[in-house]
C-alpha cells in the first residue's frame, strides 16, 4: 500500500467514524484522488495535511458529538421496554396473572435495550480515546473484537435476569 492509499484509508476511516453518508465519503475520496492525479503534490499529506484534521474539516458541525443510530435506538427501545415492565409489573402486583408474562419480556427487553445502549455509547468512547492509535487495519480488528469483549460483563447480568425470570413463572 503506498503512502497516498494509506493517507487515503485513513481519511475515509475518520469519515465513516464521523457519520458521514457513505455517498459523500465517496466523492470526497474521489476529490483527492482527482487532486492527487491531475496536481502537483506528490504526496496527499503536502496537499491536504493531516488525514484526521482534513476529515473534521469535512464532516458535519458538530457530528462528532451526534449519537449513533444504534445509540438513538438502543435509547428508545429502552425507554419503550421500561413503560411496559412498569406499567404490566403494577397490573401484575395488583394480582393480575395475564400481566406476568408481559412484565418478564418487558424486563427481558430493557436488559437487552440497556446492554446495546451500554455497549455502543462504550465502543464510541474508546474508539474516540483510541482514535490516533488505530488505522484502518486495527480500527477493523476493534470493531469486530470490542462488541465481544464490551458483552462479557453482561452476560452475568443476562443469567441472573434468566434466573428470576424462571422463578418468577415458577
Given at each position: 500500500?503506498?503512502?497516498?492509499?494509506?493517507?487515503?484509508?485513513?481519511?475515509?476511516?475518520?469519515?465513516?467514524?464521523?457519520?458521514?453518508?457513505?455517498?459523500?465519503?465517496?466523492?470526497?475520496?474521489?476529490?483527492?484522488?482527482?487532486?492527487?492525479?491531475?496536481?502537483?503534490?506528490?504526496?496527499?499529506?503536502?496537499?491536504?495535511?493531516?488525514?484526521?484534521?482534513?476529515?473534521?474539516?469535512?464532516?458535519?458541525?458538530?457530528?462528532?458529538?451526534?449519537?449513533?443510530?444504534?445509540?438513538?435506538?438502543?435509547?428508545?427501545?429502552?425507554?419503550?421496554?421500561?413503560?411496559?415492565?412498569?406499567?404490566?409489573?403494577?397490573?401484575?402486583?395488583?394480582?393480575?396473572?395475564?400481566?406476568?408474562?408481559?412484565?418478564?419480556a418487558?424486563?427481558?427487553?430493557?436488559?437487552?435495550?440497556?446492554?446495546?445502549?451500554?455497549?455502543?455509547?462504550?465502543?464510541?468512547?474508546?474508539?474516540?480515546?483510541?482514535?490516533?492509535?488505530l488505522?484502518?487495519?486495527?480500527?477493523?480488528?476493534?470493531?469486530?473484537?470490542?462488541?465481544?469483549?464490551?458483552?462479557?460483563?453482561?452476560?452475568?447480568?443476562?443469567?441472573?435476569?434468566?434466573?428470576?425470570?424462571?422463578?418468577?413463572?415458577?
Open positions: 500500500m503506498t503512502t497516498n492509499e494509506r493517507w487515503i484509508s485513513l481519511f475515509s476511516t475518520e469519515l465513516e467514524r464521523r457519520d458521514v453518508p457513505d455517498e459523500r465519503i465517496r466523492e470526497e475520496v474521489e476529490t483527492v484522488r482527482v487532486h492527487l492525479r491531475d496536481g502537483d503534490d506528490d504526496a496527499a499529506e503536502d496537499a491536504f495535511g493531516d488525514p484526521v484534521a482534513y476529515a473534521a474539516t469535512l464532516a458535519a458541525p458538530g457530528s462528532e458529538d451526534l449519537p449513533s443510530r444504534t445509540t438513538i435506538l438502543s435509547l428508545f427501545a429502552a425507554i419503550a421496554t421500561f413503560i411496559v415492565f412498569v406499567i404490566a409489573s403494577v397490573r401484575w402486583m395488583d394480582g393480575d396473572a395475564s400481566a406476568s408474562p408481559w412484565s418478564i418487558g424486563g427481558v427487553g430493557l436488559l437487552i435495550a440497556l446492554v446495546m445502549l451500554s455497549v455502543s455509547l462504550t465502543r464510541r468512547a474508546i474508539a474516540a480515546a483510541l482514535r490516533d492509535e488505522d484502518l487495519h486495527t480500527e477493523a480488528q476493534w470493531s469486530r473484537a470490542s462488541t465481544l469483549l464490551l458483552l462479557l460483563p453482561w452476560t452475568f447480568v443476562g443469567f441472573a435476569g434468566l434466573i428470576l425470570a424462571l422463578a418468577a413463572l415458577l
